[in-house]
């Protein structure tokens, strides 16, 4: 119960830090998500084109890496897949870690 209550704190407490996501659901009960990453949140510009990269989304994935968290970037999406044997610490940790990674794709942010 504490595992679903903290990753319930940690999605609910980042949803609206960050300029470049969007259309972001908060769903404690899961432990896989997806961030979908904008350019610019009212025309909904990708941060990385249909079947490519960025800039800014290679510096978020090398950041990530360089942490000690790997995720899987698909395009401009950031898809969450933590190990299931993982402590809450462990996991808070994570979150954190993405936590700042994502202020490298909010400088981007154009709209």
Do not use: C
């Not at 009212?42 to 290679?58: D, I």
């Amino acid at each position: 119960m504490l595992f679903r209550l903290v990753i319930g704190l940690t999605v609910l407490s980042n949803v609206e830090k960050h300029e470049v996501e969007m259309g972001v659901e908060a769903e404690p009960q899961k432990l896989f998500g997806l961030r979908e990453l904008v350019r610019n949140r009212a025309t909904g510009e990708p941060m990385a084109r249909f079947n490519g990269t960025s800039p800014e989304m290679a510096q978020l994935y090398r950041f990530l890496l360089d942490n000690g968290v790997f995720v899987n970037l698909h395009w401009n999406q950031v898809m969450t897949n933590p190990p299931l044997p993982i402590t809450d610490q462990e996991l808070a940790e994570g979150f954190e870690v993405l936590h700042r990674a994502l202020e490298i794709t909010d400088r981007a942010v154009t709209g």
